[in-house]
């Protein structure tokens, strides 16, 4: 067994891995609680179906004892009529003498003696088709009740109409049979015995839905789909249909229940589904996943572009150092031939320790950058003077890099300016000038205005930047791939350094190819004011300052 692993796994694997496996278990959330989710609404759907069916089953208990009473009702009236020796016409029953009601509008009535057959009618004549179902009821013993007791009902169109018709016996004081009677009227004459059903039966648990039938819609047609009450439902409600209980089967009802009713005929109601909330799980888990990958990959990028600053910083800080040194020891040494020697050695380590401090200046002024701790103390300062006094100190360095630097004041001005910081952003930019122009070139330091800003350009002669390339080479460590493969020593920092400090003072910073080839870099300070032209030379003549 291993004492232990020399195997470590990189840190943005781990992370991926976590969130990946985060993301995973979310999903496995998700999907369990959408089928959950699913499995509540299938059972509740069941729940619907049984109470929608138990509903029917009330509807159709209901109207058979609500009916019979009002059919028993109408019946004995026609029947009591008819054994005093006169039908009443249908428009008598509510106002004639005697036995009389006032809830039966009727288009016919009519009598059938049972001995002898004979079929009286009042009101309106009776159709073909409606004469042979009443006349059916004496000769086919289908129709007529068993027990003598009861009554017929046929509801449909017939001859060309909707209609109702209803049969029973009309019997004597013992009872027995002797006359039938009924009527032939509109179906919608049943319309008051639904509507009285669907205000004072229960058709749901009352435990449950309370004494109203508000969350149901009941419907009644004929068998051959003619209203007789109420309207359809909407079709997502569920339903229930069939036809009512013998001797009202050509009746058929419609109970129709709204979805939202599951929330009350479920005990505790349906649960909240949790697939919005796990969705939304998900959806952050997955952004937190992108997001975090995104920060690592820049994290990575980051860690190497500072691993490869600092190999940078290293290299030119070690060459200049290591120049120090070696004419720092000749001198201690004595192993100098001449005075000019000396001389020389001693100009060396002069010109390498100003390589070092712009070196140093520019990884400070860096680090306060990033910090959000730099600060400007902007004076008035003659562009022209500072650039005169940069470009001589820079001389030593812009002669190590075999480049000449000159001076052109076409508008000599007066911007408030820090002026360590300008003096640091010409520094960069003639140092950027000298790493990557050509050999035996001629940089070219210009002092204008443009309105209300002081302009300072500066051109070189190597190839120029590339137009793909202009806005990038302002982000800190970014190198052309071109000076990055080259031996030119870079920190890829200076160009950065420009931006934040030109950018700090309100100004603009950009890039262009140079009118003689090569690279111009631009910068604009805004609160510029003329001034004369620098010493006698008139404007747009050049101050050469040799290097």
């Known amino acids: 067994m291993l004492s232990r692993l020399n195997f470590r796994l990189p840190r943005l694997t781990i992370v991926v891995s976590l969130l990946v496996l985060t993301l995973g278990v979310a999903a ?81 009535l009519f009598h059938i003696d049972v001995r002898t057959g004979a079929l009286t009618t009042t009101g309106e004549p009776l159709g073909p088709e409606a004469r042979a179902w009443i006349l059916g009821t004496t000769t086919g013993a289908r129709r007529i009740p068993p027990s003598h007791r009861g009554h017929l009902l046929e509801v449909g169109r017939l001859d060309g109409a909707p209609s109702a018709i209803a049969a029973g016996h009309a019997h004597d004081r013992f009872g027995a049979p002797t006359s039938i009677v009924g009527f032939v009227a509109d179906p919608m004459v049943l319309a008051p015995a639904f509507l009285e059903i669907s205000k004072q039966s229960p058709l749901l648990p009352p435990t449950l839905a309370g004494k109203k039938n508000d969350l149901l819609n009941i419907s009644i047609a004929s068998h051959d789909g003619a209203p007789v009450f109420s309207a359809s439902a909407p079709a997502d409600w569920v339903r229930n249909e069939g036809p009512l209980e013998a001797p009202y089967e050509s009746l058929r009802y419609q109970v129709a229940l709204r979805p939202e009713a599951a ?37 990575h990028d980051l860690t190497r572009l500072r691993g490869d600053f600092v190999a940078s910083v290293s290299h030119e800080l070690r060459t200049p150092l290591a120049q120090i040194r070696l004419f720092s020891e000749t001198l201690l040494l004595g192993r100098i031939r001449s005075e000019a020697e000396g001389r020389r050695s001693l100009e060396i380590i002069q010109q390498e ?75 960069n ?108 030379e008139p404007a747009g003549s050049h101050s050469r300052v040799p290097a």
């Open 28 to 108: 496995a959330l998700a999907w369990q609680a959408h089928q959950a989710a699913r499995s509540h609404e299938e059972a509740a759907r069941r729940v619907q179906f049984d109470y929608v069916a138990f509903a029917g089953w009330q509807l159709s208990r209901a109207a058979k004892v609500e009916l019979a009473s009002r059919f028993d009702k109408w019946l004995s009236v026609i029947g009591c009529g008819a054994s005093q020796g006169r039908l009443p016409h249908p428009a008598e029953l509510a106002t004639g003498p005697g036995c009389k009601c006032d809830d039966l509008s009727a288009r016919t």
């Open 263 to 299: 929330q009350k005929l479920i005990i505790g109601g349906l649960p909240r589904s949790r697939v919005p909330l796990l969705l939304g799980l998900l959806a952050l888990t997955a952004g937190l996943l992108a997001v975090a990958i995104q920060q690592l990959r820049r994290e």
């Open 353 to 427: 320790s100003r390589r070092l401090t712009h070196l140093v200046e520019n990884v400070l002024y860096f680090s306060r950058s990033e910090r959000g701790t730099q600060h400007l103390s902007p004076v008035p300062t003659r562009l022209a003077r500072l650039a005169g006094e940069l470009i001589e100190a820079f001389a030593p360095l812009a002669r190590s890099g075999r480049s000449e630097v000159t001076l052109v004041v076409r508008d000599d001005v007066e911007v408030p300016v820090d002026g360590g910081a300008l003096r640091q952003i010409l520094l």
């Open 429 to 536: 930019l003639l140092d950027n000038a000298v790493k990557y122009g050509a050999p035996d070139q001629t940089i070219t330091v210009s002092i204008d205005r443009r309105d209300t800003f002081g302009a300072i350009a500066v051109d070189d002669q190597g190839p120029g930047v590339p137009a793909d390339a202009r806005e990038r080479i302002w982000r800190p460590y970014s190198r052309l791939e071109a000076a990055a493969t080259s031996a030119v020593a870079g920190t890829g920092i200076g160009l950065a350094v420009v931006h934040d400090l030109v950018t700090l003072h309100g100004g603009t910073v950009r890039v262009e190819d140079a009118p003689a080839g090569g690279a111009r870099f631009i910068v604009e300070l805004p609160g510029a004011a003329a001034l004369a032209a620098v010493g006698t």
